[in-house]
């Protein structure tokens, strides 16, 4: 359940639906990106009704682990005899390889921050489309190595481009569905960026200021909805991070 005031998260709720619709004229959370996603009840975006499946999403900055413990979730669920679907954005998808290519090779350096948010989103609408709500609508468990709230960490807040114009950009390309659960994965970005192997990629190269808004963006949005989220301190041994995750994912119904 959520700790805040019941009028502050209807308000909440009201205008992210109101500016979702292209409705809202004025913002009563206000201020900079960091108050607005403590105020925005991302959940408003859309639901996973009308689904029979389950949908897990694993979010957080570079070098939190989110491929590997997405991988290893997948694995028990497997074993508890769930059909499960393993993917990730971008590029699991046609034309998702392409959009890798374009958004992370650093060849794309300068590439214009809201170019790079619409192909994270069109990478995004194909995924959702092609692969997350089929296998949701035959009962499949969904893992996902990022999702939405990569773009509103990265683009909104990261770079600049307005929680509130990545939310309207998110909810068009994914239908507004939402997971039923996403877990965080919390590192500071210096430990984060240490773990990486290989000539870091676009984003990668980026600074740790930057890459410190970002993991602040993913604490913030967990914080406006708990009861969605799952933040985990990703410095711990792997077999613990495992464990908290299970827990949860427990409360879901599964394994």
Not at 208 to 216: G, I, L, N, S
Request: hydrophobic share 40%; aromatic share 4%.
């Amino acid at each position: 359940m959520s700790t805040r005031p019941a009028s502050a998260l209807m308000v909440a709720r009201a205008m992210a639906w109101a500016e979702v619709q292209g409705e809202a004229r004025v913002n009563p959370c206000g201020g900079d990106a960091r108050r607005r996603l403590r105020c925005r009840d991302v959940t408003t975006l859309g639901t996973v009704s009308g689904t029979t499946g389950v949908f897990i999403a694993f979010e957080g900055g570079e070098g939190a682990g989110k491929s590997s413990r997405a991988r290893t979730l997948a694995q028990r669920l497997r074993a508890g005899g769930h059909e499960v679907v393993l993917t990730h954005e971008p590029g699991d998808t046609r034309i998702g390889p392409q959009v890798r290519h374009i958004v992370l090779d650093v060849s794309s350096e300068g590439l214009d921050p809201r170019a790079e948010a619409l192909l994270y989103s069109a990478d995004r609408a194909e995924h959702v489309g092609s692969v997350v709500r089929p296998a949701l609508d035959r009962g499949a468990v969904v893992v996902t190595d990022r999702y939405v709230d990569s773009s509103l960490a990265y683009q909104g807040v990261g770079r600049g481009l307005g929680v509130d114009a990545i939310v309207r950009l998110s909810a068009f390309a994914t239908g507004g569905l939402v997971p039923h659960l996403t877990v965080v994965l919390d590192v500071p970005a210096s430990i984060g960026r240490s773990r990486l192997a290989g000539p870091a990629d676009r984003l990668e190269g980026e600074p740790d200021a930057f890459h410190e808004r970002v993991r602040q963006a993913f604490l913030d949005l967990a914080a406006a909805s708990p009861h969605r989220y799952l933040v985990v301190d990703a410095t711990l041994p792997v077999e613990h991070v495992d464990a908290a995750v299970l827990d949860r994912v427990k409360e879901l119904g599964l394994p």
